[in-house]
């Protein structure tokens, strides 16, 4: 999950140079993990159907 600085920084809130670096480093190895680890142990358990259930609610919420 990002915390609350680094979805602050996603939307565009300023940060000084040094910061930016750091986010954007702790951002990205946030990301590769989700993405190496995380999703595929989603994808793979028997609970996937709850999980895309969840997601199409979320989506749909949203539109």
Do not use: C, W
Request: glycine share 4%; aromatic share 8%; net charge positive.
């Amino acid at each position: 999950m990002l915390s609350k600085t680094e979805r602050e920084f996603l939307i565009g809130k300023a940060v000084s140079y040094g910061h930016k670096r750091k986010l954007i480093h702790t951002i990205r190895k946030k990301v590769k993990t989700f993405f190496m680890l995380e999703l595929p142990l989603i994808q793979n358990s028997p609970y996937d159907k709850i999980v895309t259930e969840i997601s199409n609610n979320v989506t749909k919420n949203s539109n």
